[in-house]
Structures are given as C-alpha cells and as structure tokens.
C-alpha cells in the first residue's frame, strides 16, 4: 500500500507525484524523491524496483523480509533493514522497515510494524536547513525514529526487572517471580537481536570510509551510534541483573525450604513429647505409685503443657516457629 | 557414484559428457565442467584428480573426510567443506559435501549427506542470466542451498525448545524436561559446528581481497554471510534460553521439594494431634474424672475430629495441602 | 547557573569576565576562556552556544542529559561526558558532566552532581606552569578530579563486599547477605557504566592521533587512562568475587538445611524410641511377667532414659545436635 | 640418547653420520641433517648447541623444559615447542618434544614422551618427492604426527563423557558420576594447554609472512592449523556438555530428594494413621461401646489394613512410592 | 633508604658511588649506573629525580604507589611498575617494585615488598658479557626475576586447589572446603591482578616497536614474555577448576542431605512399626483372643524384632542406612 509519494528540492516538498513520474523527478538536478510503502505486494515492490533501479537481492530481501538488521551497500545506494519492536500484549511484536536510499532517493517499506512515519515526514518538512541534506539526512531521520522508539521498550522491561525484584525480595519468591524472570530475558533477547546487529552497522555511516550518500552527516550518524550503545549496554545489565536475580531466588527458596524443615522438626517435638509421655503412664506396670495419686493426673497434663510452652518459646526464640 | 557431468558455456547446458572427455571441455574458452559425485571410492577420486589436476591436500580431506567446514584458496582453486544437518530420528545426522572450484570447474563430492543437489542444478539451469557468471555462480548456488536448509533444521530446534519450556512452566518439572533440554544443548553443538566455520569463511568471500573466482559475486556471498549470521545468533538465543531454563528447572524441583516437606508436615500434624490426645486418655491413672463422664469418648473424638478440620483448613489456607 | 566565567593569560588569570565578553577575549591571542555552568536553563546553555560557537547536537545531549559517557569531536572541538557517582543514602546517585573544550576555550556545565570544580580552578590557578598549556590541562584537571572522585565510591564497595563475606562465612547466612550482595552487583553495574566508556574514550586521547588540544598531554591522559583501567579491573575481580559469594551462600543454606534435616532426625529418635517401649508395656497382654515386677516400671524408665542419653551422645558426637 | 642422526641429500638419505661429523655435513649445499635426541643430558645438548649454532635461550628452554607449545624465531632458524599427550592408567601424561630447524638441519628432543618418531622418520623416506622440500617438511612432518595422536586422546574424552551421560540418565546420580566430570573437566584442561598455544603459533606459519624455513609449506601447515582447530572446538563442546551435564546432575539429585521426602511422608502416614486408630481404641473411657462388640477387634483391624491399602493405592497412583 | 649505588662500565662495575656523583658518571660515555631504593622517602626520590632528570608523572606514580603494573615510555627513558606477590600468613602480600631506565642508567625502588634483589645484582655481576647490554639488561634481570618469583606462589595455590579437591571428594564436603575455595580464588585474583597487565605490558617489549632501550633483547622479553603467558593460563585453569571444584561441592552437599533424609525415614519406619503394633496389642477390646495365648507376648515381641531386622537389611542393602 503506497502510504506517500513526494518529491523534494532545496529541503521543500515540491509535489505529491504519482508512481509512474517518479523517474522523470529522478532526472531533475537537485531534487529527491522520498516514497513510504506499508505492507505492499509484489506487484508494488516491482514498480519501485523499475522505478528506481534496485538491486535484485535487496528487493528479495525485502519481499521476503525476515532478515536480520543490516545496512548494506550496492554501488551506489544503500540497503537498510531495521527492526521495529513494540510492546504487545503478550511479548515483544517485531516488525521491520527496509529502506532504499540513493543520491536522489528514499524509499521505506514498512511489514507488521504498527507506527507508520508520517511524523517523521512532518519534521523532516518543518525544517529545510536539515532536510537540504538530501536523502541522507531522511535516512538519519527514519533511523533515529526507530531508535528513539526503543527506549521505552527498554524502559518497560527495566521496571518489568524491578518488580520482579520486589517480588523477590518482599513477597513469597514463587513460580510466578521465575515465570517473569524467564519472560524478561526473551523480551531482552528480542530486543537484543533488533538492536545488536543495528549498532554494528551504523557503526560503518560515522568513522572510516563513510558511503556517499551519508557524507557530511557522520556527526548525526555518530549519535545514533551513541544511541544504540547506551540500549545495549543497558540490556545487558538488564541481562546480568535478571540472572543474578534467578540465582537469588534459587537461593531464597533453598533457604524457605529450610525453614520449612525446621517449622516439621518443631511440630514433631511439639506432639512428640506428650506423646512420649501418655505412653508411659499407659503402661500397665502394676507398681506404678503415680498412677494412685489423686492429683497425678493434672499433674502430668500440667507437666505436658508446660514442656511445649517451654519448647514452643524456644523454637520461637530461635525463629523455627 | 557419479551423479552428473555436463559442460556448460554461455549460461546454457551443452552436453552431459563422460568422465574422459573433461579435459577437453576444459580447453574450450568460455566453457565450464559441473561434475557432481555422491560417495565415490578411492578410483572415481583420483580420475577426478587427473581431470581437473586438484591439489593432493585436499583430495586426500574430501577422501577422509570428517573436515570441519572452510574455503580453502590452493592457488586459482578453491576447496570447499560445507556439513549438511538433517533432522534423523535420534539426533541431527550430520553429511558432508566437498566443493572443488576452479575458473572453469565445479566438483561436488556428497557423503553421508541424504539430499542431493539436482534441485540446484536445475535452478540454476532455468535461469542462464545468472549461471553465465560461471562456476563462482555454482559454488554460490550449492553454499546457499545447503545453508537454506539448516533453516528448518533450527526451527525444529526452536520449537523443541518451546515444547521444553511449556512442559517446564505448566507441567511437572520432571526428568524428561531435563533429558530434552541436555539433548536440544547438544543439537545446538552439532548445528553450531557446521554452521559458525562457514560463517567465517564465507566472510572472506564478500570483503576485502575475494578470490578470483567468486569475483563480481560478492553481493551474493554477502547474502549467504548475512544469513549464516542470523543462524548463528539464533542457536546463541537458544543456547542461552536452554541454560536459563535448565536453571528455571532446577529452582522449580527445589520449589516442589519445599512443597513436599510442607505436606509431609502437615500430615505428620493432622495424625500426631489426634495420638496424642488419645495417648492421654489412654493413661491409667485413676483419677481421671472425664473417664467416666458418660458422652466422654464422643466428645473427645469430636474434640479429635474438630482440631484437624481446623488444621486442615489452616493448612489449605497458607497453601501446605 | 553561571558559577564562574573567567580569562586566562599566560597561565594566569586576567580576569573575571561577563557572560557577553566571552568573544572579544576568545578573540586574544595566546587568550583562553574557561566557563562553568551548573544546571544550566535553555537560555543559558543558548547563549554559550552562541559565544563559542558550539555544535548544536552536542548542545541538544547536553540539555537532554542521559548520555552515556563519551568524548566527541566535532571539528577543532571536543564534547565530553563524564558521569559523577556519589555514594547516597539510598544507592549511589549519578551525575552528569559535560564539558565543551575549543583551543582556546573550556565550558563545564554540571547536571544533578552534588560537588562543583572549585577546587580544581583553585589548584590550576597556583600552578600556571601547567596551567600555560591552556584549554587541553583544563580538560585534564576536570577528568582527573572526576576519575579520582570514583576511587572512594569503589573502597565502599570493596569494604561492602567484605562486610558480606564476614556475614556469610561467620555468621547465619541469611536473607540480608544475599540483599546486599544484590545491591552491591547493582551498584558495580552503576559505576561501571560509568568508568567504561570513559576508559575507552580516554584511550584516544593518549595514543595513536591525538586530537589537537590534548596535543602534548599525552601523558597526563595516559595516567589518566590507567586509573581508569584499575577502577575498572577492581570492578570485574569485586563483581566476581560478589558472583562466587553468592554460590558459596548458596552450598551454606543447603548446608544448614541439611543440618536441620539431621536435627529433626535425632529428634525424632530420641522421642520415638521411649514411646515405642512405652507402647509395649502398654500392651494388654494377660501373660506379661514384667508388669508383675516391683522394680519393674523404675527398671523401664531407666532403660528409657538409659537409650536416650546413649543416642543423644551419638547424635553429639556425630554432630547431629 | 642419540636415537638417530642422518644427513640427506635430494629428499633421500646419504648417511648415518656421527655427531661430530654433523658440521662437515651441514656445509655441503642441497644437503641437511636430521637429528633425534630422547631424554638428552646437559652433554648431549651442549653438543648440538656446538654443532648446530643454537640460541642459548632455546637451548635453556630445551633444558629446563615446562615450556608452553610455542613457536618461536631466532634469526633464521626456529624453536618449536611441543606437548605429546598420552592417556595413562591416573589420567593424561605430558611429554614435551623441543625441535630446533634450520636451513639445513632439524634437531628434536624427546621428554617425558612415550612414543618416538621413527615412524614418521620411515614415512619420510618412502616419499623422496616430499622429503626434497628439506629440513621445513620434517618439521611439518613431526608437528602433523604430534596433532595426529591427540585425536584417539580426543576420542577417548568424548566417549568418557557419552559413558557419564549415561550414568546420569539412566541410572542413579551418585557421587562416581561427578568425580568422572571432574576428571574429565582436568583431562580437557591439559589436552586445552598442548593445544591451544599450538593452534596460535601453527596460525604464523601459513598467513602472512612466514619463515623462511617453512616457505612453500604453507599449504601444509594450513592443514596441520585446520585440525588443531577442529581439536580445539571439539574440546570446547565436551567441556561444555561436561559443564551441563553437572547442572542436570544438580538438579537430578534434588529430584531424587524430592523423591525421599515423598517416600517419608508416604511411610509416615501409613504408618501414623492405624497408630492413631490403635490409640483411640487404648483410650480407658468406661463408655466405649465398640469395645465390647463380638467383633469390634476385627472391624478395626479391617478398617486400619484397608485405609492403609487405600492410602498406599493413592500414593502409588501419585507416584510417591 | 639507598640500597646499593653502583656505576658499570663495558659489562664491570667500575665503583660504588655517592648520589650526588651520579650526573659525573651519566656523562661518560659508555657507562651506566643502577641505583637501588628500597621504601625511600620524598627527599631521596627528589634527589634521583634531580640527578637522572625523571618525568614528574613517574616520580609522582613511584611516591603514591598503588599503581597497576605497567610500562610506560616516557621520551627515552621507561618507567616499569610491576608487583611482588608474596605468600604471608593471612593471604598473599603484594610488594610494588617501580623501575626507571634510561639508556645509561637504571634506577629500581621498592616498596612493601619482601625480598631485595641484591641476588640480581651479583649474578649480573658474574656474567659481563651479558651486563655488557647495558641498561636494558639490566632491566630484563629485574623484570625475570620478580617474574620468577611468581612460580613457588603459583605451585602453592596449585597444591591448595589439590587439598581441596582431595577433602571434597574424599572426606566430608564441609564448611572448611567452601571457605579454602573462596580464599583460592582471592589469591588467585591477587595474583592475576599482578600479571596480567604486565604480561601485557611485556608484549610491547619484544614485537613490533620496541623501546631503544631494549633494542637487541627482544628474545629476552620474549622469554619473559612466554612465562607470563604460562603464568596467565595456569591462573585461568586454576580459577575453572575452583568454580567446577565449587559446584561439584553444592551436588555432593545437595546429596548429602539427600541421604540424611533417607536416613530419617528410615529410623522412622524402624521405630514407627513396633510403636504401631504395640499400640494395636494396648487397645481395650474385650474380645482380642492374642491377648489372652500364653505366649501371646513373647511372639509379639519376635515380630517386632523380626519386621525390624527385615527393614534394617531392607533399608542397608538399598543404602539409606
């Protein structure tokens, strides 16, 4: 589905065009052609490979998508794929945007991504000292919006850690802590492989031999880069905490089970000892004095009580019970 | 076993040609030879050998075999080893095929490998645009071929690992979760053998200094680098979700252990009370007043029966029973 | 909030100067300008831009703050980011320093930190021998005083560690060690967040091309540089240190519980047995000759006393008690 | 002990020659020398250093010997560094083999090493056409052999490991199955040492600039390098099932506790419930009637056999017993 | 305090001199001198620093001490620091040894360090030869020998690894075992901290540039280099080995508590079966034939005993007791 189709000169739009003029805009000097496709057929990605020249493998690869995140160059122009995560309700839902970037072209292709770009758009329009630039800085643009788009992402799973944590350690450490727990670190993983291979490949736009088409924009480049250092170096602690935190919790219901065990031992002497007791006043000796006096009984279940009162404040004393 | 041997010029197939007129083909400017043998003996090497005057070296890998993967340069030649992986019913079977690539040469020696590569070749047949590249075109044809196919091998993987965490999360965290799991981490080991060589040599095929024969292929080989990538960091996810799952495992037994003790403890209470209290009636003292009360023995049986509904409930309530 | 703006000369100070001076004295040659801001307002952070002359992005992450720490270029120009940790009460608190270094000017503008540099200007004014090599020994001293700020942020942390090995290896280890260990990793996290970027981004500064104006300096950054490599080493040994103190708790609890498991046992010997003998001589036998005895309930008891007390040196002995 | 010492000529050998002939015959162009030493005395050694021209430092290596495998130059001749593993009856041995090769000698010292060379002398000579590329062959023929017999050391470790699994999962998890894994964990780790400093050095004799001596063997040493590889890997994988295979351990023996307590707690109610009935009925109320019934003792009995058989019927189903 | 003040020339000593004669000898050409401090006060530094003209950074590094080991080229001359690791009653102590070397001269200051090197001096003394070198010589037999000096340290936490693993497989697995491996990994960590960055630092001195002061004993620093390797790889195995040795601890502890268990319920059934059957025989039916046999009693009592031994073997041969 064509979502825009504009053409640009001197950082202003020029005109809304339809598909088939694109290539005679291509030939002006000084102008680009930025087009935004969602979820289009085969039939679409064709024009816009006749349209603009694409390379084949690129155009396969955005038709069949599923790719990893990469920016690769053919001649010329460049081949963008990034990943687009947002919070669903169950999980992470990865979405994906190919971008085709020349001298005087920008085309994205959005698939299962539910933000489109039209702010993007809107910015990129507001300010023409920028958009001068030409499609270099469109594609800066578009990568820094998905970039930004992350970080709430990674906010989310960061307090989704930190009330695992209190669960942990306040409440009971049960099975619903390790759940989260085993959840948080696929989330992470998720996001991890949308950002991981992201940071490696516009690592290439900022230092060394920049492609052309981002000549003079390493700067921005640079801090996109930045970006995406910082989300992952926050995932991995995010990592690191989340598995030190399962370790904690196999350590807390060891510790849980013990109390347990120590909770049984007080109650076995707590019924034990009475126990023990009736059952020497119950033999049938026939020289058994105490059993002739008149205050035997209540003197036993006096003696009873009093040893599991005794026992029971010391059990309490030493946190069994 | 020789599966096929046919010349090839200009992108078009020109004859299937026996074993002995190799040589000749190979004068023939513009010409390549396509040889493709499933386990051949010792003879059918060393005729190959002869023809296409391969490098001792890696005649005597491809007739030993149990290499691991790698693209080897002897000269203008290369020497491929590439791991088939197929699912079998006890484990990943792993096969081998060994490429020799010369200018105007492909030789694909099968072994233990279930599939073969008709497939390929008659791809590679319907499309003469792209087989006119030459045997650099072949080799990338095979490669992808047998890199595409470890794609359903890890989805298995993937859904094995699913089926484990389902079994971990929401039924009984028994022995089979564990044997599954131990039996998953050792198909990621088979898998990663194969796949992360070739992942570094196939790097070499698309940047910096690329052989002469992969020359002006190099956006192809990146295809398949990329793709190896993903593969490779795939089996790490899974890897590592295999781990933390093994550790989710052994915190879920101690949980279930607590859950035992608590239960036993329980029960040691629900039966202990009730003995004790008749031990005490049971003692012959003969002053015990209650003896002789007419409804003594239903009421202290209500009184048994009345505590351990009480215990009972208690217990449900904080979830030991 | 302006805190200080002020000429240099020689190594000298010539002058405090307002705000809007700035330029004509950047215009002295052999003239530097060293300027220190603390939680700056928009119009603030504005009018410096305008003074010096500063990148706009590196303007826009210092108003936006959360960058990860990092030295830039931006043509003659650098922009640096420090992180200041300081130990409060609840955790340790992050601050932010950014610093913009020209040839012949030094901007500090410090965010949620709760010490200033005034030290720092004062110790550079008594040295003018050092201070003469203008803006790049600014941007020393600056650095210099933020890394050695770290040091006693990472002696608590080493003194924290040990306090948590004495509790676990000397005393019960309970809820509270793993607690703190937990927050000790966290913490670890924090400061490494903090000095490793910085390490790496100080290792440019000292060797390969330099950028001109830390020309010079090489050595004081390397000093520098390798403050920053033992902070960072002292980090990983107390994080593996904390990591292995977590499992070595983790064998304790299993220790005691299986101690506790013991004591239960011994326990319940010593009640089971008397109660057991109790129960013969409860029988109801008609033929039993020791109930006819005189001495025979003494004899009994005694025999039940006789066991335990066998059992319970036993026990001792074994250290089960 | 002198074990050998022959000069060649052409690929062949000219002569068993004596030790003080050895310079005679290292001054006839095209020819070299090729010395085998086991277990030398400080004499022997100082002899070779004479004959041959040896660096001091390697000689003292050779002496002292606990080198770690190395490769080193000095000038033009090499010092290579070797550890032969042998499974012994208490674990692996390590012998050492130090070779010296020169333009036109090869010197090598046996240590500690169970199995000479001459087999690989022998194979030398039936291939003249090889032993022509001169002293560079016969080191590369006495690395090959060296890496050659760690494979049946490798095998065997991996078959030790398949034995473990299987102790694991099919039979009880006791304490001999962790002693094998930690046997196996310090085998893997002396076959790690021979290897792995190997596998670097082999790497600078067939990339970049190699020495002189081994000029035209690249090809070869590249092989030698595939299967030091291929060693290391596999050692990596059986360290890390072995790894695993300790946590599955782990969690199998918190099982099987699980499973005794559940055995416990089983036992206890089979036996608590007819004590519990039993001493209801040793209660001394004047007014029981079941007491006095013809056939209350039998009743009883029935009804404590058949809640016994009911409970050890639910236990079982539960898989508790 | 000065240790030792010397002037060498042509691999001699020529004369002890006073400091303030040591800018006398500098001059002449061919000489060096080598000075030895041992914990020097300020004054002393100061007098050096004047007399050789040392880098104020060094000096300062040299004065405060703390440094991580390192070697750092300060215009011609190097300023080394490296650590002393000596075993102590409570743990290892760690020394700091910093050295500078000019081209003619060598000044080395110890601190907190146990053991002089006035054994380097003397053997430098017997070998002119080699002291002919000069500085850098000299500077490799200090280097050497602290390096030396890490094996007995290293052979000692070796032989602790070894008692630890002896106690835990062989005697109870205690207390005692987890805190001997705890401290082995500090010490093992010290060491480390030690090494590590020195053998870095050592590997500048003998590939690629090296200092003009060490030219021509690259294969020196090689040598010393290799140990430092060796070194670094034994500490890792060390260190793998103690965390396996720690896990395997946590199984066998965890199996420990297994048998403890079985042991319970064994004694509970032993004890529980007669309890129960002598409770049956105290119930007061009034038609329990038994009760009146003659030898109703006795019998009973036999199959007591007899269920007992029965269980007793039961439970020996299935090694619960």
Chains 1, 2, 3, 4, 5 share one sequence.
Not at 5 to 23: L, M, N, Q, W
Not at 216 to 230: A, E, I, S, W
Not at 236 to 253: E, K, P, Q, W
Request: a negative charge; hydrophobic letters at 40%; aromatic letters at 10%.
């Amino acid at each position: 589905m064509l979502v825009n189709c504009s053409a640009y000169e001197d950082g202003r739009k020029v005109a809304d065009i339809p598909v088939d003029k694109i290539s005679d805009y291509l030939q002006r000097p000084g102008c680009f052609v930025w087009v935004a496709l969602n979820e289009p057929d085969a039939g679409e990605l064709d024009a816009m490979q006749r349209e603009f020249g694409l390379h084949e493998l690129a155009v396969e690869d955005a038709h069949h998508g599923h790719e990893r995140p990469k920016i690769e160059e053919y001649g010329d122009s460049l081949f963008v794929v990034l990943h687009t995560v947002d919070a669903g309700p169950d999980g992470l839902s990865v979405g994906e945007v190919n971008i085709f970037v020349g001298r005087n072209y920008v085309l994205s292709v959005r698939n299962r991504s539910q933000r489109g770009f039209t702010d993007v758009r809107a910015r990129c329009e507001r300010e023409p000292a920028l958009l001068r630039h030409g499609a270099g800085y469109v594609l800066y643009a578009l990568v820094d919006t998905v970039v930004d788009r992350y970080f709430p992402v990674l906010d989310n799973l960061e307090s989704e850690l930190e009330t695992v944590e209190d669960q942990i350690f306040t409440r009971e450490s049960g099975r619903a802590s390790l759940e989260s727990l085993y959840a948080l670190k696929q989330k992470l993983m998720v996001l991890k492989h949308a950002v991981w291979p992201l940071h490696e490949a516009v690592g290439r736009l900022h230092g060394g031999r920049v492609p052309e088409v981002c000549a003079g924009l390493q700067d921005y480049f640079r801090d996109v880069y930045d970006h995406l250092l910082r989300i992952n170096q926050t995932i991995d602690s995010i990592r690191d905490m989340a598995t030190t935190a399962m370790s904690v919790h196999l350590s807390l219901v060891t510790m849980q089970e013990n109390e347990t065990t120590k909770r049984l031992a007080a109650y076995a002497a707590l019924i034990g000892v009475p126990t023990m007791i009736a059952g020497v006043y119950g033999m049938n000796f026939e020289q058994m004095p105490e059993l002739r006096w008149t205050f035997g009984y209540p003197v036993v279940l006096a003696i009873m009580v009093g040893i599991d009162i005794y026992l029971f404040w010391r059990f309490r004393r030493a946190g069994w019970l």
